[in-house]
């Protein structure tokens, strides 16, 4: 199930970015969320993945290039045949050529997070 695929440290980072200058109180207002729910995402507290409609909301508020997609592998809500594409898109060579740029540190996140999704079964 899904839930089983909901990577938390992820989610949260995600939100953090999207964030921006706001806080998460600001950033679930703007989204029309809860904010209690929101920070248990934030703070790595949630169980369980939250839905698409949920993500939907969030997306549609992110700042800093925070996108739909990003949040629904964080959740472990993606779809197998948009991961497993043979071919590297424009976003894909954008996203490796981002990698090379990060430091050792950032890069180990990046790859732990390569791995989470890789190895979803």
């Given at each position: ?43 790595c ?28 592998f ?48």
């Amino acid at each position: 199930m899904a839930e089983n695929r909901f990577n938390k440290k992820i989610f949260s980072m995600l939100i953090g970015r999207a964030c921006g200058d706001r806080s998460i109180r600001a950033f679930a207002k703007d989204a029309g969320i809860s904010y209690v729910q929101l920070r248990k995402l934030y703070a790595c507290q949630q169980e369980n993945a939250p839905g698409k409609k949920l993500i939907k909301k969030l997306s549609e508020n992110s700042l800093n290039g925070v996108e739909y997609e990003d949040y629904i592998f964080a959740a472990g809500l993606f779809e197998d045949e948009k991961t497993q594409k043979n071919e590297f898109s424009p976003k894909d060579k954008q996203i490796l050529s981002k990698l090379s740029k990060l430091s050792s540190g950032q890069r180990k996140t990046a790859e732990e997070f390569i791995d989470f999704l890789a190895h979803r079964e």
